[in-house]
């Protein structure tokens, strides 16, 4: 069983949609956790990025976690075609020598205009 | 303020040879991460350098290394190429080694063996 597991998608929404992107995790140590987009070619850019559960909201992007279920979702409000892109679910704990990320799988997101 | 630069974009290589890829973290950085992004496999951790040491490093075979400069930056190197090596080579560096630093990526160096 893998760490994180992340919905595979591919999801396609009509523009204006709102999105849900979900991952879950098995290991408790997981203490931080962000949300990646990645266009085509290019690296991962940082889109949202908390400790505590809870919601975290900036501009159309809500993150949200629930360590007790060991959830995490990233919402984004009035989705856009330029929101097309795959979104990594990433984490890491606050054991030891240990500051490398996990990923999820990721999510490939097509906004259609 | 400038991101995370790596290079080469791009890379040809043969079975058997060696590469050296090369990151400069943003400006302040004192942490470099390189992962290995396969077709099929995900976002893998290979290397963590941190103030010209190595602190921790993921499940690849030790042909797999490099290391960190005075000024930050970095190389990874890998010798004896082989097929299953072609990847997205990813570099992301973090303002220090405290937990709470979030990882800014670099837009890769892709590797292909042939």
């Known amino acids: 069983q893998k760490e994180v597991e992340q919905d595979p998608g591919p999801l396609s929404v009509p523009e204006g949609a709102i999105v849900s992107l979900n991952c879950t995790y098995s290991?408790?140590?997981?203490?931080?956790f962000m949300w990646y987009r990645q266009y085509s070619r290019k690296g991962p850019e940082l889109l949202m990025y908390?400790?505590?559960?809870g919601n975290k909201e900036d501009g159309r992007f809500t993150a949200q976690v629930d360590k007790s279920s060991k959830y995490i979702s990233l919402f984004i409000r009035d989705s856009q075609p330029s929101d097309s892109a795959t979104y990594l679910c990433?984490?890491?704990?606050?054991?030891?020598?240990?500051?490398?990320?996990?990923f999820g799988s990721g999510t490939q997101l097509t906004v259609l205009p | 303020e400038a991101g995370v630069t790596q290079s080469p974009t791009h890379l040809i290589k043969t079975r058997g040879q060696q590469v050296t890829l090369r990151c400069s973290p943003i400006?302040?950085?004192?942490?470099v991460y390189w992962y290995q992004q396969a077709l099929g496999l995900g976002l893998q951790f290979l290397l963590w350098?941190?103030?010209?040491?190595?602190?921790n490093r993921g499940n690849f075979p030790p042909r797999f290394s490099g290391r960190q400069f005075p000024n930050y930056s970095s190389e990874l190197n890998v010798n004896a190429l082989e097929l299953e090596d072609s990847a997205l080579y990813l570099c992301?560096?973090?303002?220090?080694?405290?937990?709470?630093?979030?990882?800014?990526f670099g837009d890769g160096t892709r590797l292909s063996i042939l």
């Open positions: 290991n408790s140590a997981f203490q931080y």
């Open positions: 992301a560096s973090s303002r220090d080694r405290g937990y709470d630093q979030p990882q800014h």
């Open positions: 990433a984490m890491t704990s606050l054991r030891g020598s240990a500051r490398q990320l996990t």
């Open positions: 350098y941190d103030e010209g040491e190595e602190r």
């Open positions: 908390t400790y505590s559960s």
């Open positions: 400006s302040g950085h004192t942490s």
